[in-house]
Antibody, heavy 124, light 107 residues
Framework: EVQLVESGGGLVQPGGSLRLSCAASGFTFSDHYIDWVRQAPGKGLEWVGRSRNKANSYTAEYAASVNGRFTISRDDSKNSLYLQMNSLKTEDTAVYYC???????????????WGQGTLVTVSS | DIQMTQSPSSLSASVGDRVTITCRASQGISTWLAWYQQKPEKAPKSLIY???SLQSGVPSRFSGSGSGTDFTLTISSLQPEDFATYYC?????????FGGGTKVEIK
């Protein structure tokens, strides 16, 4: 059974840092791209960024709103994805989900499984 | 960035009704479109990819269509468990973008 479990959320002051984790199981983690998507309270879904797999050199893509402040990394030996969030702003307050990608170059990469999310609150 | 516009933003329907939600992309995305269902306080669930392909385990009452800029999600006979918010998403180019959501409520 595919499972994605996020952790690391909590309350942090503006300007602070936080590191989220996404622990995966039930599939070959190293084969897959994995994304972060967030949802501010009462709002819609917003893509945060993507980690490509080993075959694609673990490169990452980011939304403009987090580029330069957030960093996605992964440890395939631990089946885990990370989101290092620095210089946090109040507008980063959201539930953060990780999502597994499937697909390929010819069909595109889309989400099939999502984690349950972890809440990040940025407030003084 | 590609803007995704969903309509309506909300609708009221009865069990058994046929429901259609539309999604328009600000530029052509071929069929690189997905649909997700989200219930309150829950993670999104993947329904459809490639505009019309059902994810494994998704009931056949859900269907998707469209290509280019105009897409639809149809629920052929609304069931009690289908009351939720639905989002479209393009994965044609970065940044990946979502529609604003359509909340399907009980009439």
């Amino acid at each position: 059974e595919v499972q994605l479990v996020e952790s690391g959320g909590g309350l942090v002051q503006p300007g602070g840092s936080l590191r989220l984790s996404c622990a995966a199981s039930g599939f070959t983690f190293s084969d897959h791209y994995i994304d972060w998507v967030r949802q501010a309270p009462g709002k819609g879904l917003e893509w945060v960024g993507r980690s490509r797999n080993k075959a694609n050199s673990y490169t990452a893509e980011y939304a403009a709103s987090v580029n330069g402040r957030f960093t996605i990394s992964r440890d395939d030996s631990k089946n885990s994805l990370y989101l290092q969030m620095n210089s946090l702003k109040t507008e980063d307050t959201a539930v953060y989900y990780c999502a597994r990608d499937v697909g390929g170059r010819s069909s595109g990469y889309y989400f099939d499984y999502w984690g349950q999310g972890t809440l990040v609150t940025v407030s003084s | 960035d590609i803007q995704m516009t969903q309509s309506p933003s909300s609708l009221s329907a009865s069990v058994g009704d046929r429901v259609t939600i539309t999604c328009r992309a600000s530029q052509g995305i071929s069929t690189w479109l997905a649909w997700y269902q989200q219930k309150p306080e829950k993670a999104p669930k993947s329904l459809i990819y490639a505009a019309s392909s059902l994810q494994s385990g998704v009931p056949s009452r859900f269907s998707g269509s469209g290509s280019g800029t105009d897409f639809t999600l149809t629920i052929s006979s609304l069931q009690p468990e289908d009351f939720a918010t639905y989002y479209c998403q393009q994965y044609f180019s970065y940044p990946l973008t979502f529609g604003g959501g359509t909340k399907v409520e009980i009439k």
